[in-house]
């Protein structure tokens, strides 16, 4: 299988949207919502195109798997706001799992966001799986979630050196993520 990593494209939401609700079918912290979240973040001012990405395999064109980075701000307690991005979701049909194909988008979607200017990532996942790619505990950095969750799944990574240094606040979901 020769994989593609690709930018989305208007024509693939329904199939992507598709593979999202299959990837999560069957996950254990799931609200079986993840496709909906998907249509919603696409619909608003934290979607950043060049930033949902695909994987096709290049013999058959076929859409395995989507991951998507958008706009998120990090509310510090003197009311700055730090632009930073969220991994939600990645997903890759269920018979494609485990053959580093998430691996390879959270890969090209966190260099794509370095190139874009981003400075920053935070993902709530799994914390065996998402360190691998460089991402911490968010706590690290003084960086909490703005509903309750475990410290080992709320995760951060730095784009650029010492990005997160001084960026100790809450992450301001936009309102798309809790529709």
Do not use: C
Request: charged share 25%.
């Amino acid at each position: 299988m020769n994989l593609k990593i690709r930018q989305e494209q208007v024509d693939d939401y329904d199939l992507t949207e598709m593979i999202v609700k299959s990837a999560f079918a069957n996950a254990e912290h799931s609200d079986q919502k993840e496709h909906l979240l998907v249509s919603r973040i696409r619909k608003s001012k934290g979607f950043i195109p060049k930033l949902s990405l695909v994987a096709t395999d290049e013999d058959t064109n076929e859409i395995l798997g989507h991951i998507l980075l958008s706009k998120v701000k990090i509310s510090k307690n003197d009311n700055e706001l730090i632009e930073s991005l969220s991994l939600a979701p990645v997903s890759v049909l269920p018979e494609y799992q485990n053959k580093g194909i998430g691996g390879l988008l959270i890969t090209e979607a966190l260099k794509e966001a370095k190139e874009l200017g981003y400075n920053s990532v935070v993902v709530l996942g799994y914390p065996e799986y998402y360190p691998k790619f460089g991402f911490k505990k968010a706590s690290l950095w003084g960086i909490k979630a703005s509903f309750e969750v475990p410290d080992e799944a709320f995760m951060a990574i730095e784009l650029s050196e010492n990005a997160l240094n001084n960026a100790s606040g809450v992450i301001e979901y936009p309102s798309v993520f809790f529709e």
